[in-house]
Structure formats: structure tokens, C-alpha cells
């Protein structure tokens, strides 16, 4: 391939091009500069061009860069080069079009990825600050009430300031344990999953989840709408993390649904999968993949007016990948939102297949 040739056909208004000799000018370049994407053009001495990789790799400033390797490599230079990290390769065959073809697919990888991170960034600066202050005031501000006007406040007065405070308190307290208990899921050296992973497994047992899930439910006053139906089984999940799962989908369901309808669960095995499934109705989700999840993203949030960060489904979806489970989001019938997530049933148990209820 003509590189620098084909290079000099891109648009000058799109694209300004640095040219570096050697690998080891390249380098400097790349670091200083940090460039939208990086062509590693081998002609001779393959094992630089892999050792440039590598060292691009290891340097957090250059580790995300698109990089497109040009070279000659043969099936088995092509496999090296890919689990190096590069995101393509071209041989010196290519035309300009292939070239231009593949910087253009991964620089727009690249931008969907940055206006992502943009994205949480501006969330993170704005949304979770405005969504903790919001309990935060409520609580400050019923306590100066019951503090400058305690004395004059008749006894049910003084209840009711109580009771707003404590539910402004369990907000905040909510808010900030999803926001750390997502810190934890993304967290990818943290101990306690890696060991969970391999260690720990869950035994439902229906009337303990059956407890967890009024309890949660009667934080919003609806424990009299839940119905739940659940078989025992042992799941390939670390203990805490199940519930966390059925929680924050009866959370969503509940908030979202209004006072006496039903919110019905069933927990059963189908298969190698223990299967849980929440419906309600309620607003409903957009139909929607779970790929299309993304933490602080709320759905329809300006026409339902929700308060809260937007971790529910994220917290799921990260805790579902995680080990080895699968998340599904539809409708049917009377139900406008029906959530159904699986998880590895442990091996050595569980031998019998226990159908569940239909929504």
C-alpha cells in the first residue's frame, strides 16, 4: 500500500496528519499529541511493530486510541496484533477505500464512546449532587421547623415532621446505596465478586425472599400489592446479590405502578437457568434491548417526572453480566412491564425442574 499516498486523498478539512518515521518517534508523538486514531504502518521488523503496540497499550493515555495496523501478517500475525489490542488491520494491498473505510468505522466507534463518557461525566457532575441535595433539604428543613417551632407543634404535628424526615432519610440513604454499590459492580479488582464468582453460592429460600421484598415494598406503602411464588434453588450468584437484583426491580415496579395493582414475582428453574420474573402495571418500559442500559439513564424521565440517578437497571444489568446471567424486557397481556433475568444454577443440585408462573 502507497500509505502515504492514500493518506494524502483524505479530506485536509477532516483530517490533520502526523507522520512519524520510527517507532520510537511515533510513540513520543502519540503521548504528546494523543491523536483521534493511530496507523501502525510494519513494512519490515514485525517485532517492533508489536512492541509499539504493547507499549501504546500499557500507557493509560494511549490505551484507548483507535489503532489500525498495516502490514503483511498472515493469519497468525493477524490474531497476535488483534489480542495486542489493535481494532483492525489492513494488509498493503488495500485500496483507499479500505483504508478509509476502516478509519471512518472506528473513529465513529471512538466518538460514540467519548460522547458516552461525556455523557456519564455530565452526570455524575450534575445529576448526583441534585439528586442527593433533594432528601437532603427536605430533612434540614423539617428539622428547623421541629428546632425554631418545636414547643408550639401539637404531638400529631411533631409525628408527621418525624415521619417526613425519616422518609426524606431512607431517599438519601437509597440513593447513596446504589451510587456505591455500583462503584463496587464496576470496579473490576474487587475481591469480593472475583472470589463470589467462584465461591460463593445463594440458596433461595422463599420465605426469606418473600420477607426482603415486602420489606423494600413497604418503604413505598405497597407490601398489600406483591405477590410472590418461588421455588427454592441453589444460584451461582455470591449471598446478598439475588436480593439486590429482585429489590431494585420491585423498586422500579412500585414506583411506577399505582397503589392496588398487582406486582407479581415468580422465582423457578427452567433448565441449567434459575428464572425470576417481576410484572406490573404500571407506566411500562420503552421496548428497549438491555444492551441499550446505561447508567444515570432514565427512561421517559420528562414525561413521567422521576426523581432519583438512574442506577436501577444499570445496577441489574452489571450484576446479570457479571455472572454469566440474561436479562429480558417485554410485555404481555394485562402486564405493561415484564422483567425476566436468569442465573446459573450451581452444579452438584437443584436436579428437578419446577415450572413456574406465567404472566
Given amino acids: 500500500m502507497a500509505l502515504r499516498k492514500h493518506l494524502n486523498l483524505l479530506p485536509k478539512r477532516e483530517f490533520e496528519i502526523l507522520f512519524a518515521q520510527d517507532c ?42 483507535p489503532l489500525i495496523v498495516i502490514a503483511d501478517l498472515g493469519v497468525d500475525g493477524f490474531r497476535k496484533i488483534m489480542s495486542l489490542g489493535a481494532d483492525d488491520a489492513l494488509d498493503n494491498s488495500a485500496s483507499f477505500l479500505e483504508l478509509h473505510s476502516s478509519i471512518s468505522a472506528r473513529l465513529a466507534k471512538y466518538e460514540r464512546i467519548l460522547s458516552y463518557i461525556h455523557e456519564v461525566h455530565y452526570s455524575i457532575i450534575r ?22 417551632q418545636g414547643r408550639a407543634l401539637h404531638p400529631e404535628e411533631v409525628c408527621f415532621l418525624g415521619k417526613s424526615i425519616r422518609n426524606a432519610g431512607n431517599r438519601l440513604r437509597r440513593r447513596l446505596e446504589k451510587y456505591l454499590l455500583y462503584l463496587e459492580l464496576v470496579d473490576l479488582n474487587n475481591d469480593t465478586l472475583t472470589h463470589g464468582i467462584y465461591e460463593d453460592n445463594y440458596r433461595v429460600n422463599p420465605t426469606d425472599l418473600k420477607d426482603a421484598l415486602l420489606q ?14 418461588s421455588r427454592p434453588a441453589n444460584v451461582h450468584i455470591p449471598h446478598g446479590y439475588y436480593i439486590k437484583l429482585v429489590e431494585e426491580l420491585i423498586e422500579n415496579s412500585v414506583k411506577f405502578s399505582a397503589v392496588n395493582t398487582p406486582v407479581n414475582i415468580s422465582a ?4 441449567n437457568y434459575y428464572v425470576t420474573v417481576v410484572a406490573d402495571c404500571g407506566v411500562g418500559i420503552p421496548a428497549i434491548e438491555p444492551d441499550q442500559i446505561h447508567v444515570f439513564n432514565q427512561f421517559d424521565r420528562e414525561s413521567m417526572n422521576q426523581e432519583g440517578i438512574g442506577l436501577g437497571l444499570a445496577i441489574v444489568q452489571s450484576i446479570i453480566n457479571r455472572f454469566n446471567g440474561y436479562l429480558k424486557i417485554s410485555r404481555r397481556n394485562k402486564y405493561r412491564t415484564i422483567i425476566e433475568f436468569g442465573l446459573p444454577i450451581s452444579k452438584g443440585g437443584n436436579k428437578s425442574i419446577t415450572q413456574g408462573i406465567e404472566f
Fill in 24 to 65: 520510537h518517534t511515533g510513540y513520543n508523538i502519540a503521548v504528546k499529541r494523543l491523536p483521534d486514531l493511530i496507523l501502525l504502518n510494519v513494512q519490515r521488523a514485525l517485532h517492533n511493530g508489536y512492541a509499539l503496540l504493547e507499549k501504546l497499550q500499557k500507557n493509560s493515555l494511549t490505551s484507548c486510541i
Fill in 127 to 148: 445529576k448526583v449532587p441534585h439528586e442527593l441535595r433533594t432528601p437532603l433539604h427536605g430533612i434540614l428543613g423539617f428539622a428547623e421547623v421541629i428546632e425554631t
Fill in 216 to 229: 423494600k415494598a413497604s418503604e413505598f406503602g405497597r407490601e398489600q400489592d406483591i405477590k410472590v411464588h
Fill in 268 to 271: 423457578f428453574r427452567r433448565g
